[in-house]
C-alpha cells in the first residue's frame, strides 16, 4: 500500500548561516552603529537585541530577508515580543517551530479525512503524519490539496514509498 510522510523541519543550517549573514550586516550597516545591535543564536531560538524598538525592527527585517534568501519559512519562525532589557535596550526571542504539535496533526488529519477520498488513511506518528493509500495517485491529489492548504507551518512531504 502506497504511503508518504507529511513533517515539519527547518534546516537548522540554512537557519545558522542566515542569522551568520544577518549578524555581519548587522555588524557593518551604517544605520546600525553605536546601536548596540546584534543577532544571535541559541538551542533553538535566535535572540534580537537593540538600543531603540525601531532599530530592533530594522534588525529583524534584515533576518527576515537572509532567512528568505537561504529558503527557510517564515512560518518556521515565531517573533516573540518585545520586550525591555539592560540599560534601556530591547531584545526579541524567535523561535523556531519544528515537528507538526499534536494540536496541528488533528487538523491536518481532519483535513484529509474531509477530502473525501475513499482509501485514503492518516495517523500521527510523533511529530510527523503518514498517509497511505490504495493508489498512487490518490496521494498525489492528497500532497496537492495539502499543498494548496495554509496550516501556519511549513510542511515537507517525504518518504513515499509503493
Same mark, same amino acid.
Given at each position: 500500500m502506497p504511503s508518504f510522510d507529511v513533517t515539519s523541519q527547518v534546516d537548522m543550517q540554512e537557519v545558522r548561516n542566515s542569522v551568520d *549573514? +544577518? @549578524? $555581519? /550586516?548587522? +555588524?557593518t550597516r551604517f544605520d546600525f552603529r553605536n546601536t548596540g545591535s546584534s543577532v544571535e543564536l541559541g538551542d533553538n531560538e535566535i535572540v534580537l537585541r537593540s538600543a531603540t524598538e525601531d532599530r530592533l525592527? %530594522? %534588525?529583524r527585517q534584515v533576518l527576515e530577508e537572509k532567512l528568505v534568501k537561504r529558503k527557510v519559512s517564515l512560518k518556521a519562525v515565531d517573533f516573540g515580543k518585545v520586550e525591555d532589557a539592560a540599560k534601556g535596550t530591547v $531584545? *526579541? @526571542?524567535?523561535t523556531l517551530v519544528s515537528g507538526i @504539535?499534536? /494540536?496541528k496533526a488533528k487538523l491536518i488529519n481532519s483535513f484529509i479525512k474531509g477530502l473525501g477520498q475513499k482509501g485514503i488513511q492518516s495517523q500521527t506518528q510523533g511529530d510527523q503524519i503518514r498517509v497511505s493509500g490504495k493508489k498512487r495517485d490518490q496521494l498525489q491529489e492528497v500532497i496537492q490539496a495539502l499543498k494548496g492548504e495554509d496550516f501556519d507551518l511549513p510542511l515537507q512531504f517525504g518518504n513515499l514509498r509503493d
Open positions: *549573514q +544577518a @549578524s $555581519r /550586516e548587522v +555588524a525592527k %530594522a %534588525a $531584545r *526579541q @526571542s524567535v @504539535s499534536p /494540536e
